[in-house]
């Protein structure tokens, strides 16, 4: 009778494939998505994802926004900012004013490697907030308010 593999352990043997691969390109990025390493590798949804989840847990990866894996290198800072918080950034990165346009959601996308409609809901939060005046259809954002910086925040001497 023909042995069948064991599928025990076979999430750590596809895991040290990956780990493999990013320890000997310094160009790669991304990890593969959870279908690519279905495709390449013949296996379910559920494994590909342990596979995903050893990597992190091993140090390899960490998840960023959009269901994406990005590769942690020790000589890359990581930015673990939510993206609405690197989108207060831009005011001060633009040198933003009230009154003045905000990006789009397309340009922001873009900017910062995220799908159009999560830099939309990033979007939201800063004009649930208040900083930027609501977004429609044709319509440009402005700046309605300027974010204080954490340093600014300590109580003002009268």
Known sequence: M?????????F???AEVVRRRVENDASIKELPTASAIMSEF??????????????????VARPVSGSRWQVARADQPTDSRSLHEKFLAVFAEDCLSVGDKFPSASA?????????PTAS???????????????RQGAVRKVVALPKKA????????
């Open 42 to 59: 013949g296996v379910s949804r559920g494994l590909a994802l342990r596979v995903l989840r050893e990597l992190r847990k091993q140090g």
């Open 121 to 135: 809901k990033a979007l939201a939060k800063l004009e649930s907030a208040g900083w930027i005046s609501p977004g």
């Open 108 to 116: 922001l996308s873009s900017r910062f490697g995220v799908s159009r």
């Open 2 to 10: 023909a042995q069948q593999p064991s599928p025990r352990g076979t």
């Open 12 to 14: 750590l043997v596809i």
């Open 151 to 158: 340093n600014d925040q300590r109580p003002r001497p009268s």
